[in-house]
């Protein structure tokens, strides 16, 4: 069975910096890619980035594009988001999500369908 769990968060002042971690576990993640996804109070879940498992092409959502790199350490089934410049507008449970299918397009993930999900990690920016 896929677990995924979350690490990372906290409550941080605009401008801090954070590093999420998400560690995988229950099988192979050889072809999988993966990526994070974010739930602000009173909106639905939406895509943040993913990363496929040769770790090129990360893709990202316009809004963290530049603040948030993904990266992802295969040795150690581990998926990271440093994010960066962090704003209020940040301010969301983070959750990491692994493709049920491998060798997956990078960019198919952003659908939300079709993932392993993490319980997720609380990050809190006050201005």
């Known amino acids: 069975q896929v677990q995924l769990v979350e690490s990372g968060g906290g409550l941080v002042q605009a401008g801090d910096s954070l590093r999420l971690s998400c560690a995988a576990s229950g099988r192979t993640f050889v072809g999988y890619t993966m990526g994070w996804f974010r739930q602000a109070p009173g909106k639905e879940r939406e895509f943040v980035a993913a990363i496929r498992w040769s770790g090129g092409s990360p893709y990202y959502a316009d809004s963290v594009q530049g603040r948030f790199p993904i990266s992802r350490d295969n040795a150690k089934n581990t998926v990271y988001l440093q994010m960066n410049g962090l704003k209020p507008a940040d301010t969301a449970v983070y959750y990491c999500?692994?493709?049920?299918?491998?060798?997956?397009?990078?960019?198919?993930?952003?659908?939300?369908?079709?993932?392993?999900w993490g319980t997720g990690t609380l990050v809190t920016v006050s201005s």
């Open positions: 999500a692994c493709d049920r299918a491998r060798w997956g397009a990078v960019a198919a993930i952003a659908a939300g369908t079709g993932l392993y």
